[in-house]
């Protein structure tokens, strides 16, 4: 079984900055793809950014391109977010999400992971 636990989110005024991490209780972190996701009220959850298990292979979601960061510690356990020059339309509960795959490469489908974080709260005020 894997435990994701994301952490980081809050309140933050818009241009401003917030890192988001995903803390897994999982043996062998390293065979597993991990994405970040979220979801505003009234919408559906939306791919945000991934990363392959070596942490080589990265993929973003076009509207975060070029102002957020995926990153991964595999002796740590961990895979974090950097989010940089916020808006209001960041504001959305962000989940951590992982999947086990040995080829080294990323997923930007949630129906494509299996495990899920309980999600933590980003709002951006304009």
């Known amino acids: 079984q894997v435990q994701l636990v994301e952490s980081g989110g809050g309140l933050v005024q818009a241009g401003g900055s917030l890192r988001l991490s995903c803390a897994a209780s999982?043996?062998?972190?390293?065979?597993?793809?991990m994405g970040w996701f979220r979801q505003a009220p009234g919408k559906e959850r939306e791919f945000v950014a991934a990363?392959?298990?070596?942490?080589?292979?990265?993929g973003y979601s076009d509207s975060v391109k070029g102002r957020f960061t995926i990153s991964r510690d595999n002796a740590k356990n961990t895979v974090d977010l950097e989010m940089n020059s916020l808006s209001p339309e960041d504001t959305a509960v962000y989940y951590c999400?992982?999947?086990?795959?040995?080829?080294?490469?990323?997923?930007?489908?949630?129906?494509?992971?299996?495990?899920w974080g309980q999600g933590t709260q980003v709002t951006v005020s304009s």
């Open positions: 990363i392959s298990w070596s942490g080589l292979s990265t």
């Open positions: 999400a992982a999947v086990k795959n040995s080829l080294d490469y990323y997923y930007f489908r949630p129906r494509e992971y299996d495990y």
């Open positions: 999982v043996r062998s972190f390293s065979t597993y793809a």
